[in-house]
């Protein structure tokens, strides 16, 4: 559709095989419509989320949400990647929380990025959206 995605994960062998068109997940037509994308420059997969996020308007939390020892999500990646967006946003940014997780993890995800913006001393706005799962 033309928009230019940036895909970041904390795993550089993973990134590196991205990169080289190796796709770790079948999906019918997945792995052409990467390929194409990566070739016309409108995907591109790093591990350096202030990188990514430099230009972004609006950033996706998609991270695995584990069963935690009482049986709810465990939400410690969401909230990682939360922190992160805190520490590196240059600019106002959408950020959809698009993980499996209960009600009221926007509000968390919320207070998570709002930390990490008071501690730089930073009045850089953004909202926190989330998407559900039917």
Same mark, same amino acid.
């Given at each position: 559709?033309?928009?230019?995605?940036?895909?970041? /994960?904390? /795993?550089?062998?993973?990134? @590196?095989?991205?990169? #080289?068109?190796?796709?770790?997940?079948?999906?019918?037509?997945? @792995? #052409?419509?990467?390929?194409?994308?990566?070739?016309?420059?409108?995907?591109?997969?790093?591990?350096?989320?202030?990188?990514?996020?430099?230009?972004? @308007?609006?950033?996706?939390?998609?991270?695995?949400?584990?069963?935690? /020892?009482?049986?709810?999500?465990?939400?410690?990646?969401?909230?990682?990647?939360?922190?992160?967006?805190?520490?590196?946003?240059?600019?106002?940014?959408?950020?959809?929380?698009?993980?499996?997780?209960?009600?009221?993890?926007?509000? #968390?995800?919320?207070?998570?990025?709002?930390?990490?913006?008071?501690?730089?001393?930073?009045?850089? @706005?953004?909202?926190?959206?989330?998407?559900?799962?039917?």
């Amino acid at each position: 559709m033309g928009n230019r995605v940036t895909c970041v /994960d904390i /795993d550089p062998v993973k990134i @590196e095989k991205l990169n #080289q068109g190796i796709i770790p997940i079948f999906e019918p037509g997945l @792995e #052409q419509m990467v390929l194409k994308n990566v070739k016309n420059k409108n995907l591109l997969f790093t591990t350096n989320l202030g990188e990514a996020i430099s230009d972004a @308007e609006i950033v996706f939390i998609a991270v695995g949400t584990p069963m935690g /020892d009482d049986g709810s999500a465990d939400l410690q990646y969401v909230l990682a990647v939360a922190k992160s967006i805190g520490q590196s946003m240059l600019k106002r940014l959408i950020v959809v929380d698009k993980s499996t997780v209960p009600v009221g993890t926007a509000d #968390q995800v919320k207070a998570t990025i709002q930390k990490e913006l008071d501690l730089r001393n930073s009045d850089l @706005e953004f909202d926190v959206v989330s998407i559900l799962n039917f």
